[in-house]
C-alpha cells in the first residue's frame, strides 16, 4: 500500500466506458493524494460490444469538465448529440405521452414551490424547467449572439452516444495509465481475494486493487464469493432485442431519449449523429423473442434487424467490494436502461470510492452506498410502471403488482405534496434520484392531487403569489431562450464545420 492507505498497483479489468472511467478517476485522485500509484487497464479489442446506443445523466458532462476534456470534440469524435431528458410514450394510457427535463428550476428559484403552484393551477409541471422548451423546440444548448456562443441556462445537460466510440475516445485522452491490449484467461487468487490475472500473451499482471469492469461476463467476481441480489420481482422485463434505425439526411435529432411503452415492455431510443440505437426491453413470460420482433415491426411499420438477444437478470452484487475486488458498471448491477442509471451510477460509485479508500469501515460504507443507489434506482424505475393500461396480460399483471415501497410512497404522496424532505440525501452530496426527477413521473403518470396542491397553495397567500410570478417569470424567459438556440442538428453540424474551417 502506499500513502493515505491507497493500493500501489491498481488493476482494472475491461475498457469501455465504465472501465476508462475508473481508471481515469482513480489515476487523477491517487497522483495528488499517492504518488506512486499505477494503474493498468486490461481490454481485448476483440471482445465486441452491442453499441446500440446509451444515454448518460448531467453528471457526466461534469465529469468531462473535471478531467479537462473538451465537450465539442467528444462530440464531434463520438458522434454524441444532447440529452435534455426523456420523452415517455404510452406510459400512462395508449396516445399519451409525457417528458422528464433532467434539469432543476429550483436550482435558480429556491424555496419556491414551483411544482405545487404548476399542479394546483393546472399546468404541467415540466412548463418551468428550460430542458422542456428545449425539447418542443428541438434545440441545442447554445444560441449565437453576436458571433458569440452563448448557454441557453445555467444547467448542466447529458449525452447520448454509443458506448463504444466513448469508451476509445476516453482511452484516447487517458494519461499516465498503463494500457495492455489483451485477454484474461486466467485468475490468481488468494489472500484477500485477487492475487494476479493471466493474460492469453503469457504475461502475468499482479495487482494490489482489482476493478471488475468487464461487464456481463464478470471476469473477477465470478472467482469470487459475490452474491447477486435479483430484483426480478420488481421488474419483470428479463429480454432486450436491441437494433439501429437509419437517421434520415436532414431530419431533426430530438434532443431526448425514447421511451416508447409497448404490449409487453418497452422500446428506447437513442438518437447520435449518424443513427439511432433502439432496442426492446420485454418480458418473455409473455411473448417469445420472435413475437417480440414482430411487436416491434408492426409499431415502426417496418422490418429490423436485431443486433443481439440480451438475457436480463436485473438485480446488483450484494457487495460490490469484495476482498480486493471491486466490481463496476454491469459487473456490479444491471436494471432496464429506463433512467440511464447505469452511467450515473457509476460515476458516483468512483467518486464515493476515491473518497474512502483506505479510511476505517471505507469498505463498508462503500458497499452499503452502492447498494442504496441501486436499490433507488430500481424503485424509481419501478414508479414508472403505476399504469392505467390494461390492454395486454402484462399490463394487467404488472399494474397489479406494485411493491410495497411503491405504494406506501403513493400513500404518502396523496397526503401531502413530494418534496425534498421526503428523500434521504446522499453521501458526498452527490445528485440522486429524489423529487427533481420524481414530480414529473408522478406528474405525466397522473399522480398528483391538484385538491392537494390547491391546499398547501392556499395555506400560504403570499409563497402562492410569489411562485405565481416566479413561475410565469421563468416560462416566458425559457420560451424565449429556446426561441434563439440553434436547431439541436445544425448546431451539432456547425462543430464539424468549424473544426474543417
Known amino acids: 500500500m502506499t500513502a493515505a492507505g491507497w493500493p500501489r498497483r491498481i488493476v482494472v479489468v475491461g475498457g469501455g466506458t465504465a472501465g476508462w472511467l475508473a481508471a481515469m478517476m482513480l489515476s487523477d485522485v491517487a497522483a495528488k493524494t499517492s504518488p506512486g500509484t499505477s494503474v493498468t487497464v486490461i481490454e481485448s479489442s476483440r471482445i465486441g460490444v452491442i453499441g446500440v446506443g446509451e444515454g448518460s445523466t448531467a453528471v457526466f458532462r461534469q465529469m468531462l469538465r473535471r478531467f479537462g476534456l473538451d465537450e465539442e470534440e467528444f462530440l464531434r469524435e463520438t458522434g454524441a448529440t444532447i440529452k435534455f431528458g426523456i420523452r415517455h410514450r404510452d406510459w400512462r394510457r395508449l396516445g399519451h405521452h409525457y417528458d422528464g427535463p433532467i434539469d432543476d428550476p ?41 458571433g458569440k456562443r452563448v448557454p441557453a441556462g ?7 452516444f454509443d458506448q463504444a466510440l466513448v469508451g476509445a475516445w476516453l482511452r484516447k485522452k487517458a494519461k499516465g495509465i498503463r494500457h495492455v491490449n489483451d485477454q484474461v484467461t486466467g485468475v490468481e487468487t488468494g489472500g484477500e481475494g485477487v492475487v494476479a490475472v493471466h493474460l492469453e500473451g503469457g504475461e502475468r499482471v499482479e495487482g494490489d486493487l482489482f476493478i471488475d469492469a468487464s461487464g456481463f461476463r464478470r471476469r473477477l467476481v465470478s472467482e469470487l464469493p459475490f452474491e447477486w441480489v435479483s430484483f426480478a420481482d420488481m421488474l419483470p422485463n428479463n429480454r432486450a432485442l436491441p437494433f439501429w434505425l437509419d437517421l434520415k439526411d436532414g431530419e431533426e435529432i430530438d434532443p431526448v431519449t425514447g421511451a416508447w411503452a409497448q404490449g409487453h415492455g418497452w422500446m428506447w431510443n437513442i438518437p447520435t449523429q449518424g443513427r439511432y440505437g433502439c432496442g426492446y426491453v420485454y418480458c418473455d413470460q409473455y411473448i417469445t423473442p420472435e413475437e417480440a420482433q414482430a411487436e416491434i415491426e408492426r409499431a415502426l411499420g417496418h422490418p429490423i434487424e436485431p443486433r443481439s438477444d440480451i438475457r436480463i437478470n436485473p438485480g446488483r452484487q450484494r457487495d460490490v467490494w469484495v476482498g480486493n475486488v471491486v466490481a463496476l458498471g454491469l459487473a456490479s448491477s444491471f436494471l432496464e436502461p429506463l433512467e440511464a442509471t447505469s452511467i450515473h451510477g457509476t460515476i458516483g460509485q468512483l467518486i464515493c470510492l476515491t473518497e474512502w479508500i483506505g479510511t476505517p469501515s471505507g469498505k463498508e460504507r462503500y458497499n452499503a452506498t452502492a447498494a442504496r443507489q441501486v436499490d ?13 393500461r390494461r390492454d395486454t396480460a402484462y399490463w394487467r399483471d404488472v399494474t397489479a403488482s406494485h411493491p410495497p415501497v411503491v405504494t406506501e410512497r403513493l400513500e404518502k404522496w396523496s397526503r401531502k405534496f413530494p418534496s425534498r424532505e421526503d428523500f434521504e440525501p446522499f453521501p458526498l452530496g452527490l445528485a440522486h434520484v429524489q423529487e427533481q426527477l420524481y414530480v414529473p413521473v408522478l406528474n405525466g403518470l397522473g399522480l398528483l392531487s391538484q385538491d392537494l396542491a390547491r391546499a398547501e397553495m392556499a395555506r400560504d397567500p403570499k409563497l402562492r403569489q410569489r411562485a405565481r410570478e416566479t413561475h410565469a417569470s421563468l416560462v416566458a424567459e425559457y420560451s424565449r431562450a429556446a426561441e434563439k438556440c440553434l436547431p439541436h ?13
Do not use: C, T
Not at 127 to 144: D, N, V, Y
Not at 489 to 501: F, P, Q, V
Open 154 to 160: 445555467p444547467f448542466h445537460y447529458a449525452f447520448h
Open 489 to 501: 442538428r445544425a448546431w451539432l453540424e456547425s462543430l464539424h464545420k468549424e473544426m474543417a474551417a
Open 376 to 388: 433507488d434506482f430500481r424503485d424509481f424505475v419501478r414508479l414508472h410502471y403505476v399504469s392505467e
Open 106 to 146: 429550483h436550482l435558480v428559484a429556491p424555496g419556491v414551490p414551483l411544482d405545487a403552484y404548476a399542479v394546483a393551477a393546472g399546468k404541467p409541471v415540466q412548463e418551468a424547467h428550460l430542458f422542456q422548451h428545449l425539447i418542443w423546440k428541438k434545440r441545442g444548448p447554445f444560441a449565437e449572439v453576436n
